[in-house]
């Protein structure tokens, strides 16, 4: 079935450097992929998406990449805050018109000041 | 600003009970999701409804069942409450043709 692993399950980071988290599509069908954010004791939010038409986006410090061929993509955060500290999810979807969202396991990230 | 509320923020019950876990949403959003969170396992998806009287089972439907019939309000049942049920509970909705899914604050159940 549709399957989506994330990597790593938890990422601890200095303030100010990066943080990259990869995740793996099963299903070569998908062809949207969100990131939500969700901090402790809060809702999960969508910080940034693509389509399988575009191989990268950037919205600020944060950016994904997507590779079909190897049914990856990753979020790349630059200049870490700590603000950033929450635990990431990716998702994958395939069947556009009802939204049916598979998650990867989700990645904790710290960012230590 | 989307908003999606569920009808308890933490729940305490027995095994065996019949629990009903509520979610609305003010946006006349046609697309409503129950999912549950786990650690280490991400969320799962357990039944979705893509309009009034529709549903849609998920990746783990097995002891739960769902009703929709507003187009606002999407409630999770679970018929027999068991200890394996205990969890995190997210409901999320989504405008017809919009990519954006809104979550609640979710519902911690803990099932005795």
């Known amino acids: 079935g549709e399957n989506v692993e994330q990597h790593p399950s938890t990422l601890s980071v200095q303030e100010g450097d990066s943080a990259v988290i990869k995740c793996t599509y099963s299903?070569?069908?998908?062809?949207?992929f969100p990131w939500y954010k969700q901090e402790l004791g809060k809702r999960p939010q969508l910080i940034i998406d693509?389509?399988?038409?575009?191989g990268e986006k950037k919205d600020q410090r944060i950016a994904v990449t997507l590779n079909k061929t190897a049914k990856h993509f990753s979020l790349h955060i630059t200049e870490t805050q700590p603000e950033d500290s929450a635990v990431y999810f990716c998702?994958?979807?395939?069947?556009?018109?009802?939204?049916?969202?598979?998650f990867g396991q989700g990645t904790t990230l710290q960012v230590k000041p | 600003d989307v908003k999606v509320t569920q009808s308890s923020r933490y729940l305490v019950k027995r095994t065996g009970e019949k629990v009903f876990l509520e979610c609305v949403q003010d946006?006349?959003?046609?697309?409503m999701f129950w999912y549950r969170q786990d650690p280490g396992l991400g969320l799962r998806l357990i039944y979705f409804?893509?309009?009034?009287?529709?549903?849609e089972k998920g990746d783990i439907p097995e002891g739960y069942s769902v009703s929709r019939e507003k187009k606002e309000r999407f409630s999770l049942i679970l018929e027999s409450a068991s200890t394996n049920q205990t969890s995190m509970y997210l409901c999320a909705s989504r405008g017809q043709g919009k990519e954006t899914q809104y979550f609640g604050p979710g519902t911690r159940l803990l099932v005795l």
């Open positions: 693509i389509r399988s038409n575009v």
């Open positions: 299903d070569s069908a998908s062809n949207y």
């Open positions: 998702a994958a979807s395939k069947r556009w018109n009802t939204g049916k969202l598979i």
């Open positions: 946006m006349d959003h046609e697309n």
């Open positions: 409804s893509y309009d009034v009287k529709m549903k």
